[in-house]
């Protein structure tokens, strides 16, 4: 799963080595190389130290078992790699690497995408077996991720599996 020189999210994030322009960004905005966040699952970190927000549309849920959106975030430059430390903060809710990168696309500043997600749900139907009722949960996997990139081809891969 490495592509071109770097690694993200849940799974992995790769980038080609940009100067400005579409790269992986970090909670402050600063740009880096690569980036890896490691998303924990509810019953082990549940919860998290900020609100959570659907800054890209949608409304919040409340899950009848709860939530987790705490992380682990390592990142490099260049030959500096920072360590991965423990994020409390909601991944995907604001400033957070998984956002701040996402935004990208989501204000028109990268002029060509690909978003993918294989969890259909209700559409199509899905004749499998064991079967699945409105999307496949366990267990089946799960990928969802997108692609930017500019005139140049530099940009950034994110890629979440579950």
Not at 67 to 81: A, E, K, N, T, W
């Amino acid at each position: 799963m490495v592509m071109s020189k770097s690694l993200r999210f849940g799974a992995l994030l790769a980038s080609t080595n940009t100067v400005s322009g579409l790269a992986p960004l970090l909670s402050d905005g600063s740009e880096v190389d690569w980036w890896f966040a490691y998303k924990f699952n509810t019953a082990s970190f549940p919860e998290c130290s900020t609100t959570r927000e659907c800054i890209f549309g949608g409304d919040v849920q409340n899950y009848p078992y709860g939530f987790g959106m705490q992380y682990l975030l390592s990142s490099g430059v260049g030959s500096q790699v920072k360590s991965a430390t423990l994020h409390t903060d909601c991944i995907g809710t604001g400033s957070d690497p998984v956002a701040n990168t996402f935004n990208q696309i989501y204000s028109g500043e990268a002029p060509n995408y690909v978003i993918w997600n294989d969890q259909f749900y209700e559409d199509p139907h899905i004749d499998l077996d064991p079967p699945c009722i409105n999307y496949c949960g366990k267990p089946w996997g799960h990928s969802k991720g997108f692609m930017a990139w500019d005139a140049n081809g530099e940009g950034v891969v994110v890629q979440s599996t579950t």
